[in-house]
T-cell receptor, first 105, second 117 residues
Framework: SQQGEEDPQALSIQEGENATMNCSYK?????LQWYRQNSGRGLVHLIL?????REKHSGRLRVTLDTSKKSSSLLITASRAADTASYFC?????FGTGTRLQVFP | GAVVSQHPSWVICKSGTSVKIECRSL??????MFWYRQFPKQSLMLMAT?????????EQGVEKDKFLINHASLTLSTLTVTSAHPEDSSFYIC?????????????FGAGSRLTVL
């Protein structure tokens, strides 16, 4: 079953702009993870945020977690064309539907 | 960090043949592995949960006899697509549950693209 839902489903931006993707889930979690997938390729683990954390940074990535709203957001700052990919959130073993990000040079 | 190897990356086969895809955890033991199927521009769809030493748990709508899963060791799970047909053409991805920095994370294989002619 898939309980995570990403919003928006697709996002197109220009290089240099920030991209924000949101994820909502339904049950309580131990941690939430964000993954990236380039077209036709496997998934790459980006960042994990635990249920007792509210914000986490990794390079140009910033993830927030609001357990009261059962939601998380992934912010990519100063986007690059190479950031073009699909981004998924996952809670335990459930996956969201993903956000397809297109960054135009 | 944890690495999962999936083999083969690409496979093309004739209709009616069976194809086996392997998923190996290279540097950790994975009591649980997962198999997903992904259609173009869609999210991953969980097919089954593979538990070492026991039968796999299949998601609703996934044919057990069509997609045979074997998890014979703590580092290897296999998915066999039996009597493959063109509609089975898809991207198949495995993941293994392991621990990283004290938290459970899923590590994914690079995926196997199956094309059935």
């Amino acid at each position: 079953s898939q309980q995570g839902e990403e919003d928006p489903q697709a996002l197109s931006i220009q290089e240099g702009e920030n991209a924000t993707m949101n994820c909502s889930y339904k049950t309580s979690i131990n941690n939430l993870q964000w993954y990236r997938q380039n077209s036709g390729r496997g998934l790459v683990h980006l960042i994990l945020i635990r249920s007792n954390e509210r914000e986490k940074h990794s390079g140009r990535l910033r993830v927030t977690l609001d357990t009261s709203k059962k939601s998380s957001s992934l912010l990519i700052t100063a986007s690059r064309a190479a950031d073009t990919a699909s981004y998924f959130c996952a809670t335990d073993y459930d996956f969201g539907t993903g956000t397809r990000l297109q960054v135009f040079p | 960090g944890a690495v999962v190897s999936q083999h083969p990356s690409w496979v093309i086969c004739k209709s009616g043949t069976s194809v086996k895809i392997e998923c190996r955890s290279l540097d950790f033991q994975a009591t649980t592995m997962f198999w997903y199927r992904q259609f173009p521009k869609q999210s991953l769809m969980l097919m089954a949960t593979s538990n070492e030493g026991s039968k796999a748990t299949y998601e609703q709508g996934v044919e057990k006899d069509k997609f045979l899963i074997n998890h014979a060791s703590l580092t290897l799970s296999t998915l066999t697509v039996t009597s493959a047909h063109p509609e089975d053409s898809s991207f198949y991805i495995c993941s293994a549950a392991g621990e990283s920095s004290g938290a459970n994370v899923l590590t994914f294989g690079a995926g196997s693209r199956l094309t059935v002619l």
